[in-house]
């Protein structure tokens, strides 16, 4: 696969409305692991619709050289195929198992060609997965978010491509399947391009491309050695943002100086000239020469503080936009000793099948802990959440609850109205609070200006979660217990971090499903619980 490669020459893309996404992008692309990175909404999913052909460019070309394989984030899969038929091998077993019963048509070893060992492929591949076992006759009404994820990628690396395009393909694994994952995408010796928020994943890539703007900027190594790079450019361009501002208020000093001096020249040669009784002719002449040097002068040190307003100004454009959510939220603050919650043998029936096992699970939640609950999919994370907050009453079972709020962000993050604004939402959610306080408390979840007056539904999915969080952490009561579910699936690296910081300044008791252990581990876990096969069990530190 050593001649696997990308390569996109001044490439355009532009929605039917010219709205634009991408303009004049240029890059190749070779064989090894390549993380692309870029906030939501910079046309990372476009780009690799654009290199996969699903799309078509405004301008300019995409050339692949090699077979090419592409796992979107949403994958275009009805319920009512099975395993076989999204792998793309149901024709070829087919064929096989009509050879067996003796059918020897040309037809079947047309079919077959070189695939005599298409079964075996198909099991190792699953089992490399995590998928061991899964029956090729399954309908994938039947399959977990993750398992179709994993099984989507395994349909990808069946047709052995050269050139391979993963969007998010960690979104909905559990633990394990994003391990197995990891491994099997170390092993692949092709061109490999993956969007991804997963920190751990885009550590075991090779180099990172940042998409910004009309360019596609590479760095080596992996995504820790890019946050490195990234920091020290920043350090660069503050100091020379800091020289230029220096230099800036220097010209203007020294131009404000040179004008206060040609005043006092042309204020005391007036007054010399009257003084001489010089004929009115020659007296003018020498005060036009006079105010043409000043111009001269003046020109001269206009020019030099434009210049370095120029020079500020690009030293600016370096700088990046790294805004992080700061804020003292003292009301969420718990007493160590406080019980938030206890629940004891608590079981919840669906459709008469028991989500724990026998004898129910049992959680106690104290004072200002910061834990994890992890566990495969389907394990009943979700449902041990909704009976924490209440939305969900326990068939057996016995729960308590101290008065203090309990607040509760889904996947879906519908907790605001989307046809209010943020402003309108926040104010609903702290009426007591002044309007002047609302706006500050807003500004400094990011939201300034008009921003603050935008509509909930036209936010971005990072911009969603801000907007919830802050109607959540500055609720009046605010909540003193928080639980939060996959609150980092869709959202790009700068949001996360936003997210972050805020949890960092919350005081309270939390909960959070996550299956990313690099967020668990930056927002202070401090117990972990893990959920597994109906049993809910302290486990040790996170593994990052």
Request: glycine share 10%; net charge negative; proline share 4%.
């Amino acid at each position: 696969m050593s001649d696997a490669a990308i390569t996109c020459s001044n490439l355009s893309f532009a929605w039917p409305d010219d709205t634009p996404v991408l303009s004049a992008l240029s890059f190749t692309l070779t064989s090894g692991r390549t993380g692309l990175v870029a906030p939501n909404g910079s046309g990372k999913s476009t780009l690799l619709k654009l290199i996969a052909g699903e799309l078509r460019p405004t301008a300019g070309s995409v050339s692949v050289s090699g077979t090419l394989g592409h796992l979107p984030q949403s994958l275009p899969l009805t319920g009512t195929l099975t395993v076989a038929e999204v792998l793309g091998v149901a024709p070829v077993i087919q064929a096989l198992n009509a050879v067996e019963s003796g059918d020897v048509s040309e037809a079947h070893f047309t079919t077959i060609g070189d695939d005599w060992d298409i079964e075996e492929r198909t099991r190792a591949q699953l089992d490399r997965l995590g998928l061991a076992g899964l029956d090729l006759d399954r309908r994938l009404s039947t399959l977990s978010g993750g398992q179709i994820v994993s099984l989507g990628l395994a349909a990808q690396l069946l047709r052995r491509p050269d050139v391979l395009l993963l969007d998010e393909p960690t979104n909905n694994l559990d633990l394990d399947a994003r391990h197995k994952l990891y491994a099997v995408l170390e092993n692949f010796t092709g061109c490999l391009l993956l969007v991804s928020h997963d920190r751990p994943l885009l550590d075991r890539m090779e180099r990172i491309a940042e998409l910004g703007g009309d360019e596609l900027r590479f760095y080596g190594g992996n995504f820790s050695a890019y946050e490195e790079a990234v920091r020290a450019e920043q350090e660069v361009a503050e100091k020379n943002v800091r020289n230029a501002e220096q230099e800036l208020k220097r010209e203007k000093r020294e131009a404000q100086q040179a004008r206060e001096r040609a005043d006092r020249r042309q204020s005391n040669a007036a007054r010399n000239l009257k003084n001489a009784g010089l004929p009115r002719i020659f007296a003018g002449n020498m005060k036009r020469g006079a105010q043409e040097s000043a111009g001269r002068a003046g020109q001269m040190h206009a020019t030099r503080v434009s210049e370095a307003k120029a020079r500020l100004d690009e030293a600016g454009r370096a700088l990046r936009d790294e805004q992080r959510i700061t804020l003292e939220l003292p009301d969420t603050r718990v007493p160590a000793g406080r019980n938030l919650f206890l629940g004891e043998g608590m079981q919840v029936r669906h459709a008469g099948r028991a989500v724990f096992a026998e004898g129910g699970v049992d959680l106690t939640i104290r004072g200002p802990e910061r834990i994890a609950l992890t566990g495969p999919n389907g394990s009943g994370k979700t449902t041990l959440l909704r009976l924490v907050t209440g939305d969900l009453a326990p068939d057996e079972g016995e729960i308590k609850r101290n008065d203090g709020r309990i607040a509760y962000l889904s996947q879906r993050l519908d907790l605001l109205d989307p046809e209010r604004t943020v402003a309108q939402n926040f104010a609903a959610s702290a009426p007591e609070r002044p309007e002047a306080e609302r706006m500050n408390l807003l500004a400094r979840f990011l939201f300034r200006g008009q921003r603050a007056h935008l509509p909930v539904g036209v936010l971005s999915g990072g911009e969603r979660l801000r907007a919830t969080l802050a109607c959540v952490l500055c609720a009046e009561p605010a909540p003193q217990l928080l639980l939060l579910d996959e609150p980092t699936n869709n959202l790009d690296l700068v949001s996360a971090g936003q997210l972050e910081s805020a949890l960092d300044s919350y005081q309270g008791a939390f909960v959070v499903i996550s299956h990313d252990e690099r967020f668990l581990a930056e927002i202070g876990v401090n117990r972990r619980l893990r959920l597994a096969d109906g049993a809910l069990r302290e486990t040790g530190a996170p593994a990052v």
